[in-house]
């Protein structure tokens, strides 16, 4: 699949198979984390792959009980719990060095969205999570105090296809030179 199929037709999914994931197609996903860029290669990540049941009905019960991905995580043979080390990217030598802070959610995020790329090239669905309990995420997944969970990612094969939502039209976010110049594109 070309790249930029794979980013225009990826969805976020939520009802899977019960088909399980090969170890072959499950190295596949973690090399797309792997190879995700990072502040100065820092390579924050930490991942926990999650396959026992009675954990990942534990994990799903720190959704809200409406979270409409709660489902989607007890039925995914794979829960992916991207982790990340805090104080380490966007440092330099314990120093932040920009006024923005620790960079893991950025880090991490880069390296969710590699493996949801991977994962629907694969013919693997994904739905990124992060509305949940994360203190007790991190307690049930026996974080140290240094790794925090960023995401817990059901990844499966799709039950059912997903839809495109509606986007914005470029001219409605991009600018020219500067904030407020519409920045046209001829069509």
């Known amino acids: 699949m070309e790249t930029r199929e794979c980013i225009k037709t990826r969805r976020s999914i939520r009802r899977f198979t019960d088909q399980p994931i090969s170890d072959e197609v499950l190295i596949e996903l973690l090399e797309a984390i792997r190879w995700a860029p990072s502040w100065a290669n820092t390579q924050p990540w930490e991942v926990v792959v999650v396959k026992d049941q009675v954990l990942k009905e534990k994990l799903a019960d720190c959704l809200s009980s409406n979270n409409p991905a709660r489902k989607g995580m007890l039925e995914a043979p794979v829960v992916i719990a991207v982790c990340c080390k805090v104080g380490l990217s966007g440092y330099k030598k314990g120093e932040a060095l920009t006024d923005k802070g620790d960079w893991y959610m950025f880090d991490g995020g880069i390296a969710c969205q590699n493996l949801c790329l991977a ?41 059912q296809e997903g839809k495109a939502p509606p986007r914005k039209e470029l001219e409605s976010f991009v600018h020219l030179n500067r904030y407020g110049t519409p920045f046209k594109v001829n069509k």
Do not use: C
């Not at 007790?136 to 960023?150: C, R, T």
């Open 119 to 159: 994962a629907h090239d694969l013919g693997l669905g994904t739905v990124h999570v992060g509305a949940m309990d994360h203190k007790k995420v991190d307690e049930l997944l026996g974080l140290p105090p240094d790794v925090k969970s960023l995401e817990l990612i059901p990844v499966g094969y799709p039950a």
